[in-house]
Nanobody, 122 residues
């Protein structure tokens, strides 16, 4: 079955950085678009970024453009999210998602990981 395991979360001060990783298995990683979705406390899921199957095309939510970078290492079946210049409002549980979370009508139709917590606080 599809397995997505996020790691790399933690607590940083405002302006700091975190690098999240997602280890993927159970499907052909090289043929799947991948996304990052986050959920802040008390709020609904928010799409953050998406990358195409090859890594050649990336897209970002307006709120993170210029600060976050999505990438993938096909040989390692691993997805990454580099988060820089972090703000307290970026505090959320960050999920790795198989597919185009920016496009599908129903997010629950996609495979999600368990999430990794990113906390930005002074």
């Amino acid at each position: 079955e599809v397995q997505l395991v996020e790691s790399g979360g933690g607590m940083v001060q405002p302006g700091g950085s975190l690098r999240l990783s997602c280890a993927a298995s159970g499907f052909t990683f090289s043929m799947s678009a991948m996304s990052w979705v986050r959920q802040a406390p008390g709020k609904g899921p928010e799409w953050v970024s998406v990358i195409n199957y090859s890594g050649g095309s990336t897209y970002y939510a307006d709120s993170v453009k210029g600060r976050f970078t999505i990438s993938r290492d096909i040989s390692k079946n691993t997805l990454y999210l580099e988060m820089n210049s972090l703000k307290p409002e970026n505090t959320a549980l960050y999920y790795c998602v198989r597919g185009r979370a920016d496009y599908v009508r129903e997010l629950r139709s996609l495979a999600w990981g368990q999430g990794t917590q990113g906390t930005v606080s002074s």
